[in-house]
């Protein structure tokens, strides 16, 4: 069981660039996000989806795109990379959210991204 | 707006030693509160999820607590072992702007000498 796996591990952009993180659960999860961490800090939210076709804007979204079109891929999409986005990112999934273990979040590798 | 604190920042313990991690929340209308251990350049690994009506959760060594009233949350490591040393992350899940989200304490450094 795979679980939540992120393409690439690392990346080097340059400024102006755009990429596309890859996010791919194969739980049959319904809920699905995106998270950034910066060094000494906690995770801020970026996007967050509760279903295929279903996206919506976290703490943090300026600087990116998401799109869901199935139940098991959510990718993140950088236009115009500036060094502000130099971060860790992670994806994450749920089944579900609520009082109930439904809401337990697991969490992909992380993928190191750098922009100069 | 949700807030969390983890106190201490670093800690620092010879193995062996008994340990408390601390974690408080500016609200208390959570639905649940998950710990999380972080290895240096890897993902999160969830440990324990307590769920907003329970008071505690155990996992082998480890033992949660949580007081919704208060706002707090406790993290027992019992006989601490070297193989421990990482960043320990608590985050409480809420309802923000119709959706329930997690809402992520800056975490705390552990490491366990031998």
């Known amino acids: 069981n795979a679980g939540v796996t992120q393409t690439p591990k690392f990346r080097i952009l340059k400024i102006g660039q755009s990429m596309t993180l890859q996010c791919t659960q194969d739980?049959?999860?319904?809920?699905m996000y995106w998270y950034r961490q910066d060094p000494g800090m906690g995770l801020k939210l970026i996007y967050y989806s509760v279903g295929a076709g279903i996206t919506d804007k976290g703490e943090v979204p300026n600087g990116y795109n998401v799109s869901r079109s199935t139940t098991e891929d959510f990718p993140l999409r950088l236009e115009l990379a500036a060094p502000s986005q130099t971060s860790v990112y992670f994806c994450a999934s749920s089944y579900g959210w609520g009082t109930g273990s439904a809401g337990e979040q697991y969490f992909g590798p992380g993928t190191r991204l750098t922009v100069t | 707006k949700q807030e969390v604190t983890q106190i201490p920042a670093a800690l620092s313990v010879p193995e062996g030693e008994n340990l408390v991690l601390n974690c408080s929340f500016t609200d208390s209308a959570i639905y649940n509160l998950q710990w999380f251990r972080q290895d240096p350049g890897k993902g999160l690994t969830s440990l324990l999820l307590?769920?907003?009506?329970?008071r505690e959760q155990t996992s082998g060594r480890l033992n949660a607590s949580l007081d919704k009233s208060s706002g707090r949350s406790t993290l027992y490591i019992a006989a601490s072992q070297p193989g421990d040393s990482a960043t320990y992350l608590c985050?409480?899940?809420?309802?923000?702007?119709?959706?329930?989200?997690?809402?992520f304490g800056k975490g705390t450094k552990l490491t366990v000498n031998p």
């Open positions: 307590i769920q907003s009506s329970q």
């Open positions: 739980m049959n999860h319904n809920y």
């Open positions: 985050a409480v899940s809420d309802l923000q702007g119709g959706s329930e989200k997690l809402v």
